[in-house]
């Protein structure tokens, strides 16, 4: 069994930063892809940034150069670096893995973290 657990949300103004953290633990071969959503209140859950198992990332337009999706594999972690932050990215923040859990890979998610922007 695969779990994933979110960390690092909370409340902050407009213009601060935050660090999400994803966190994978069990019987993990391998992760092929981590990749992190939102789903604000009444809207679609929609894709953050993603990062794949060489280091190749992926940005939703809204977030490009006000995000940044890093990992550290001896962790099993994947981060969201959130600087700049606006009232539009209140939200869930959840995470979702690609994990290779013998002899098959799965999807796992995480609970999700809230993060609110307002001042």
């Known amino acids: 069994q695969v779990q994933l657990v979110e960390s690092g949300g909370g409340l902050v103004q407009p213009g601060g930063s935050l660090r999400l953290a994803c966190a994978a633990s069990?019987?993990?071969?391998?992760?092929?892809?981590m990749t992190w959503y939102r789903q604000a209140p009444g809207k679609q859950r929609e894709l953050v940034a993603g990062i794949s198992s060489g280091g190749s990332t992926n940005y939703a337009d809204s977030v490009k150069g006000r995000f940044t999706i890093s990992k550290d594999d001896a962790k099993n972690t994947a981060y969201l670096h959130m600087n700049n932050l606006k009232p539009e990215d209140t939200a869930v923040y959840s995470c979702?893995?690609?994990?290779?859990?013998?002899?098959?890979?799965?999807?796992?998610w995480g609970q999700g973290t809230q993060v609110t922007v307002s001042s």
């Open positions: 069990g019987s993990i071969s391998s992760i092929y892809a």
């Open positions: 979702n893995g690609a994990i290779r859990v013998q002899p098959d890979v799965v999807s796992v």
